[in-house]
């Protein structure tokens, strides 16, 4: 079919997709009500094709926008009819075995039409702070299997013909903790969903069904070309990696997890077979979770700019071994794969490093250093808090790596410390860098962060789900690894370790846990420093020695 659209056209048209997931973005920020939405930002909005092309998405989580197609995509085929989907239906899920992730990640989505044709569908995805479950916060780390993680959700609508399914709300609200906060930010989703549909409909009436699927379909296509031609800049051949976790939080046995990626013409092979089988521990990954790294990794690595969007798929296939850590079956536990695909990231950046020396930084901290405190009043009262941590990125081949920033899989805010003092009876009596955790090297790497929570409640559950404890971020090219993680539980001025995968650790009043999260690993040779760098570090307090 001859094009209908110019390329002026089709850019307006791509950048106004862009702004109606961005508006989407911005209305659950302002309307949600849980500190894990609207101030550490754990959540995604996204625009897809008709078909359920992720076609234009907000600058959120890569862990979310790399799989919700994925998701959308699973409905379409194996769980709602399409024609019996109207405009005012909204589907919900949060089922790891229906395309989504873990269970804490509620997914909805609705249709788009004009004039009768569905031109695209609109998505939301939120990290909730409960979903039920045998810890709070819907994190725990000895689980070993799905149903002792929490509430699952299998596709439904939430919504139907615009009305509210309300057995749906209410067997939801009845199996979580804090309800008024999780059934807020589901509302915040739905209003989302408004917002990006209208956006949608006015471009529709603006262009029509046809030029809006044509512009759809093109800008898809335009970012597979993009994405084909950074591939061919890269040197063909096959390279490999392989990285470990700590444990699964049940075994204690390190999770191999190894990549062949291999480099002909303009396509990507990345073979995933060689990673250990699946862990009775919460740390698997449905395939619609690990190929979330898999494309995150490769689209990192290209020196070319192209909008993120399912086009840039196209040029990848990604092997599975079917009941292995990346390709688990059910009903395999799942609360931590971001666990895994961190560590798959660094496992692929090792791997192009090979393709790419001048690109590829050394490791990163690779883990969402996930703690979640239930405080306990008198009467009995409960509040849940959930933190995800983060750590120092690896150093660049040219240039220092940055401390305490959320990299990789996730993009997260931290809560400030006066929203949680102000809301719950916890303090934060630390928060800063940690000294001497940048692995050294020509570059070095970026610096993990302390955290402290001292607990003001009668008492308190702890659960921990972190990594990085044992194996920590490697250097490249001669560089430093990064320092490894610490816990800590601090009692009457004595400081005992803290497992990092626990569940249920009972705190009292005056007790006080501190976080040292990894740095990132250095790059190149450490007696190739530059002086003045080195001086530098020393002066700031960086590095001590």
Known sequence: MRPTLGPIEIEVIRNALTAAAAEMDVTIWRTSRSTIVRELLDYSTAVFDAEGNNVAQSARIPQHLNS?????????????????????????????????????????????????????????????????????????????????????????????????????????????????????????????LEVGAAAIRRLAARYGAAALLEASARILDMSEAAMRAAIRAMPDGTYEFEDFLDDDGVSGEPVRLHARLTVAGDEIEVDLTGCADQQRGPVNCTPAMSDC??????????????????????????????????????????????????????????????????????????????????????????????????????????????????????????????????????????????????????????????????????????????????????GLAGGRPGRRGRLLLIRDGEATPIPPKSDGVLLRRGDVVRLETSGGGGFGDPAERDPEAAARDRALGYVTG
């Open 293 to 474: 790294a898999v494309y995150y990794a490769v689209i990192a690595a290209t020196d070319g700019a192209m909008p993120a969007n399912a086009g840039c798929y196209r040029p990848i296939r990604i092997r599975h071994r079917e009941g292995s850590v990346t390709s688990c079956r059910p009903p395999a536990a799942v609360a931590h794969r971001v666990a895994t695909t961190h560590r798959l990231a660094n496992v692929l950046f090792g791997a192009l490093h090979q393709a790419l020396p001048e690109r590829i930084p050394a490791a990163y901290y690779g883990g969402s250093y996930v703690a979640t405190f239930q405080t306990i009043a008198e009467d009995g009262h409960r509040e849940v808090l959930v933190e995800i941590e983060i750590g120092g990125t690896g150093a660049h081949p040219a240039k220092d790596g940055v401390s305490a920033f959320s990299f990789g899989m996730h993009n997260n805010a931290n809560i400030p410390v006066e929203m949680i003092e102000s809301q719950m009876p916890l303090s934060i009596p630390r928060y800063g860098l940690v000294p001497d955790s940048g692995g050294a090297g020509r570059f070095r790497g970026g610096l993990g962060l302390v955290r402290e929570w001292r607990v003001e409640s009668p008492s308190c559950l702890f659960t921990a789900n972190m990594d990085r404890f044992r194996f920590p971020p490697y």
């Open 68 to 192: 919700m197609g994925a998701a959308l995509r699973a409905l379409l085929d194996r769980f709602v009819d399409p024609a019996r989907w109207g405009a005012e239906d909204v589907v919900i899920t949060n089922d790891p075995y229906c395309g989504a992730q873990h269970l804490n990640d509620v997914l909805v989505f609705r249709p788009v039409f004009h004039e009768g044709v569905r031109v695209a569908y609109v998505g939301a995805l939120c990290h909730h702070i409960d979903m039920g479950g045998m810890a709070p916060g819907s994190y725990a780390a000895t689980a070993t299997e799905v149903f002792q993680e929490g509430l699952r959700i299998p596709p439904l609508k939430l919504i139907e013909d615009g009305r509210r399914n309300e057995a749906v709300w209410a067997m939801i609200g009845q199996n979580v903790r804090k309800p008024a906060l999780m059934l807020g930010d589901l509302q915040s989703q739905l209003a989302s």
